[in-house]
């Protein structure tokens, strides 16, 4: 039998021999004399240990400390507000928060790409196969398209432009030149049924639509004002030094949304996170991504990655290469392109490493073709162990392997994790690590207090990524922005808890339906909003179940 005695100034435990008939019970001793009490936990030996004992009495103890205090109000206050953490646990979390906040960024995106275009104008920033431009090249391109915008389709700061062009260098010229125009860049799937298409550019109210000839005749039926990218950049002279001067004094600053990304809504209609200027800089200001990287653009427009690889490598001053049309599902391809133009940098969903993984296990040929990729930027999805030992062998040695977290909503990720080769048999599962530089994580119960350090909670976060709202959608905002501590952080839905040997953390999975495929966000809810909308004499219960 343990035995602890606690009082509002000492906790002090022993082991006795005395049987008892309860496993656990507490006697409450009040001593009028001095208007002190104690209290004494009893406990099987066999059932608790001295540590969980010894907390148990620290937390009842921080807990009476806060309902006897002054403070408190015992008529209003509301009893869940009381925190159990100890101090070593508050400590814990002020760690795993302890990065320095990134100051605010002076820069816009467009700003940043054109001051690296300036400073190396010969160096290539973007590669397709055989056709490529250096990033004087893209500058001019990309400011001949802002122009027209501006001066052709009426487009001013703030208004939002769908482009809705496949993977091609004219995509690339299609969202910078929005962006320098001082529009709102919005990705619209060319490969979409013309139904989603036609909501999102509502959903919008989208000022144009960007296409070039290979989608242009998918969205023509559209009755909205339509640019062709291909015509335009054909049709245009080089900018002169007035017309690129009244370009740079367009009235964009950091506060400015960049860009809007579709995200999946429980109603049937998507969200449409709104990213600042200074949410995308900010994110990038703690990213691995390098000056000298080589990087793969791999995600498609439905899916933020894309921004991450596309605008991150041309702010970063880095070497964008691109696939042909439906190339990253080719992996002969991809890793012969890997391979030919020596890509370092890659940002894979782990189903998509489980695929290449096989392939490159299956063919010996192309055994080598991935060994100089430096770093592998993994996110979007649970990444298993068993996932990083099949695609091990075809590494090199000294790549790092990182496994990062973040919905759309915090631009990009907020967290990631080194995969440490000597742990792979030990756990299942890879954790998610911590805060990136300029984040914060907090792990809250269905109150919105803090989680004891161990137990499960959901993912709440805070810092430079945290999106502007959601467009048009006021009421759903309110529902996933909440204060703490005078900064606006993001309810993800999402669970995770905090391992306390390694200070890491650890995804548990939704408190929701929500699921992903391929990395991205889908509710349940949509697809049965979706399915009811063309079978309506199915009732909710049977779309749910078709559904799962």
């Known amino acids: 039998m343990h035995q602890l005695v606690a009082s509002s100034h000492l906790t002090h435990i022993r082991a006795d021999k005395k049987e008892h008939n309860f ?3 507490t006697k409450v001793q009040y001593y009028p004399d001095n208007s002190t009490f104690s209290v004494t936990i009893e406990c099987t030996a066999d059932l608790f240990n001295l540590a969980t004992v010894q907390a148990l009495g620290e937390r009842f103890q921080i807990l009476c400390q806060q309902l006897f205090c002054s403070s408190f109000d015992h008529n209003n206050q509301p009893i869940y507000e009381l925190s159990l953490l100890l101090p070593s646990e508050r400590h814990i979390m002020q760690i795993m928060n302890n990065c320095h906040m990134i100051p605010n960024e002076t820069d816009c995106i467009h700003q940043m790409f054109a001051q690296k275009a300036t400073m190396h104008p010969s160096k290539l920033a973007v590669t397709l196969d055989e056709q490529c431009l250096t990033y004087g090249q893209l500058l001019t391109r990309v400011q001949q398209l802002a122009w027209h915008l ?4 009426d487009v001013h700061p703030g208004d939002i432009v769908c482009q809705c062009v496949d993977r091609s260098i004219e995509m690339v010229v299609g969202i910078m030149g929005i962006v320098m125009s001082g529009a709102v860049y919005a990705p619209i799937n060319p490969n979409d049924p013309f139904d989603r298409l036609e909501l999102l550019v509502r959903q ?3 000022k144009v639509v960007l296409t070039n000839c290979m989608s242009h005749a998918h969205v023509s039926r559209l009755n ?5 990218i291909s015509e335009i950049l054909t049709s245009h002279n080089v900018l002169s030094d007035a017309e690129m001067t009244k370009l740079s004094e367009v009235a964009v600053t950091p506060e400015c949304i960049s860009h809007i990304v579709f995200t999946s809504g429980s109603t049937g209609i998507p969200k449409a996170v709104q990213i600042r200027h200074r949410n995308f800089m900010g ?9 000298d990287d080589i990087v793969l653009q791999l ?3 439905s899916f933020d990655v894309h921004l991450d690889e596309i605008l991150g490598a041309l702010v970063r001053g880095a070497h964008l290469v691109l696939l042909k049309i439906g190339g990253h599902l080719d992996f002969d391809y991809v890793t012969k392109t890997i ?7 890659v940002a894979p969903v782990p189903s998509w490493i489980n695929a290449l993984g096989k392939f490159l296990s299956e063919n010996r040929f192309a ?3 991935i060994r100089q990729v430096r770093l592998w930027y993994l996110g979007g999805e649970q990444l298993l162990s068993s996932t990083v030992r099949q695609f091990l062998p075809f590494v090199n040695e000294q790549c790092r392997i990182l496994n990062s977290y973040g919905p759309a909503e915090i631009t990009e990720a907020a967290t990631f994790y080194e995969v440490r080769r000597d742990e792979l048999s030990t756990i299942t599962s890879q954790p998610i690590g911590r805060p990136m530089v300029g984040y914060r994580i907090y792990l809250l119960d269905e109150y919105r207090q803090p989680v004891i350090p161990g137990q499960q909670g959901e993912i709440v976060i805070g810092g430079v990524g945290v999106f502007a709202g959601y467009y048009g959608r006021a009421d759903l905002t309110s529902q996933v922005l909440i204060d703490i501590d005078d900064e606006q952080c993001y309810i993800t839905g999402d669970l995770a808890r905090l391992d306390v040997r390694s200070e890491e953390l650890v995804f548990m999975g939704r408190r929701d339906f929500q699921v992903k495929l391929r990395g991205q966000r889908i509710e349940i809810s949509e697809v049965a909003a979706g399915v009811k909308s063309k079978l309506s004499s199915l009732n909710h219960r049977q779309i749910l179940l078709v559904v799962l």
Request: charge should be positive.
């Open 339 to 345: 391979n030919q133009h020596k890509v370092t940098f």
């Open 23 to 25: 496993n656990f019970f």
């Open 150 to 153: 501006i001066n052709e389709k």
């Open 367 to 369: 055994h080598d073709r």
């Open 204 to 206: 919008t109210r989208a």
């Open 224 to 228: 909205l004002s339509i640019a062709n």
């Open 283 to 291: 994110y990038m200001q703690a990213h691995v991504m390098r000056v």
């Open 299 to 301: 995600a498609s427009s």
